[in-house]
């Protein structure tokens, strides 16, 4: 069998990802490509649409496959409209399910801003940012369901503009506040914090048949883990602000959240800006 990765003019292979929620997932699917003997120029995963591009011969791809699924997401493969063919599109539950994402994510953005204000805490500004940020991104998600690769790369960009704003902005009032520093209001921060794992929770709830489906649903599931993780961060950096009554643990976790939120930005725009180049644009 030829090695998958000196194969020359491959029409290239295109498939959905099911289950990826952030580049450090693109990049473990690269890996494990490039782990069954894919050249690194020939494997290349989208962070803004979730496609993955092979560019190997067709009888190179049943050796392949074994690597990818071992990485536990799924692969759907697409030809011509890009349209998925995963029932889920077309159940009125899952749609309900990630209308509730987005109710939630949003509301309680707002309200952790509020107390964000309210304590004087950067980390949970940036926690409510990260809210907002995935209300957001999930609405653009519901509304994109079987749009093209052309159509949901355009969103995609406006996610990653709209997340590179946010951190940007997180990033502009946690050095203010290194220059004026001030120790937050550590209770209000911890009961704020505590609230938003809550939410991340109960946003899990309506999701719980849907983990193992369509790859929108799976990114939600793990965007809320990962959210929780970063809820007990706020909840830790509350607790040493007022062991040590200084806003420095405060200011870490703010900075290590907008970090997150700048690296999804560059990765889904610089992917985003991919996927449109090698796309055919519609006039409309």
């Known amino acids: ?169 997180v990033v502009a009032g946690t050095f203010w506040r290194v220059l004026n520093q001030a120790a937050p209001e550590a209770g209000l921060m911890g009961a704020f914090a505590v609230g938003a794992l809550i939410v991340n929770i109960l946003a899990v709830l309506p999701l719980l048949k849907h983990r193992k489906g369509d790859a929108n649903m799976r990114a939600v599931w793990l965007f809320s883990r990962n959210d929780a993780i970063g809820n007990v961060a706020v909840v830790i950096a509350a607790g040493l602000v007022a062991w040590f009554g200084s806003g420095w643990p405060d200011l870490i976790v703010a900075f290590g959240i907008a970090a997150l939120f700048l690296y999804s930005s560059w990765a889904i725009i610089r992917d985003a800006r991919a996927d449109l180049g090698e796309q055919p644009v519609p006039d409309q």
Not at 19 to 29: F, N, T, V
Request: overall charge negative.
């Open 1 to 169: 069998m030829n090695t998958p990765g000196t194969s020359e003019q491959n029409a290239p292979i295109r498939m959905r990802v099911q289950g990826m929620d952030c580049a450090k997932d693109a990049a473990e699917i690269e890996r494990a490509a490039r782990s069954a003997g894919v050249a690194a120029e020939n494997v290349k995963v989208s962070a803004a649409t979730h496609i993955m591009t092979l560019r190997i011969a067709e009888n190179d791809l049943p050796q392949v496959r074994p690597a990818l699924e071992a990485t536990g997401y799924g692969f759907e493969r697409i030809e011509g409209d890009d349209a998925s063919t995963d029932p889920a599109h077309q159940d009125p539950s899952y749609r309900r399910a990630l209308w509730i994402v987005v109710a939630l994510n949003l509301g309680y953005g707002v309200v952790e801003m509020a107390g964000g204000f309210l304590s004087d805490s950067q980390a949970l500004k940036a926690d409510a940012l990260d809210f907002l940020g995935d209300g957001a991104i999930t609405f653009l998600g519901l509304l994109a369901i079987g749009w093209s690769l052309t159509w949901r790369a355009r969103s995609a960009m406006i996610q990653g503009v709209f997340l590179g704003l946010l951190g940007l902005g």
